[in-house]
């Protein structure tokens, strides 16, 4: 079993680092590891980052896909989908550079359900009570199958959608901290925070939720199938 982690990011050395150690860290075995780091052709941050990764964690597969073209946090979806179609993992497990794992081995919660189709969520400290995803954990299956992880930039959230619809929505025990309500609250800012643009008139467009339909129809014919 194969985890990837998709992790987009701009001009965040220092935050990246330590999001990397955290699963690094934290992972039992790093061969089920494999981390995609999406970034823009003009991000700054890339050469350092590869010279951290290649001098403190040579002996984990992290790959570097350079977009051609800068999409912007509005078009986030774009960068997942871009890793997601090069990951090699049995998983994909969406991934912020603001956060970090605080559950040991977190990888055995993954494993436990090698031989299911389900979205995996991870519990947020800062948000126990709120009832949905920030980090799903989704089967490759899912990708190939439907042929994008989201075709809106609130990934988390459409994928979300589906999973309740088909009852395959599961709980885990991997507790994740996540500085959003820090940059929310106003108590940390960078100008990648800043250029945030959201789409969520988008996402709930009569196309968008058309297409989070089809995309439970093809999955449910799919988990029919192979899991029934």
């Not at 680092?17 to 039992?28: A, C, H, P």
């Not at 800068?70 to 997601?84: A, D, F, P, T, V």
């Not at 990934?155 to 709980?171: P, S």
Request: net charge negative; glycine share 4%; charged share 30%.
């Amino acid at each position: 079993m194969k985890i990837s982690v998709l992790l987009p990011t701009r001009d965040r050395v220092k935050m990246v680092i330590k999001t990397l150690n955290s699963l690094y860290d934290n992972v039992s075995d790093k061969n089920r590891l494999e981390i995609l780091l999406g970034l823009d052709y003009d991000d700054s941050s890339i050469n350092d980052l590869k010279e951290y990764v290649d001098k403190n964690m040579s002996d984990c597969d992290i790959k570097f896909h350079i977009s051609s073209k800068r999409y912007g946090y509005k078009y986030l979806h774009k960068y997942i989908n871009e890793l997601s179609k090069i990951a090699e993992g049995d998983w994909l497990f969406l991934w912020n550079d603001d956060s970090y794992i605080l559950t040991d081995n977190w990888d055995k919660e993954v494993e436990k359900y090698k031989d299911n189709f389900a979205l995996l969520s991870p519990k947020v400290k800062e948000s126990m009570d709120y009832p949905g995803t920030m980090f799903p954990i989704i089967p490759k299956a899912w990708f190939d199958e439907v042929g994008h992880f989201s075709l809106n930039c609130h990934n988390d959230t459409w994928v979300e959608e589906i999973a309740m619809e088909l009852d395959i929505f599961v709980y885990i025990p991997v507790m994740v901290t996540h500085l959003r309500n820090d940059y929310i609250k106003g108590t940390l800012t960078d100008k990648t925070w800043q250029e945030r643009r959201q789409d969520k008139k988008g996402f709930h467009s009569k196309e968008m939720k058309v297409q989070r339909v089809l995309d439970a129809h093809k999955l449910r014919q799919y988990i029919n199938e192979h899991y029934e």
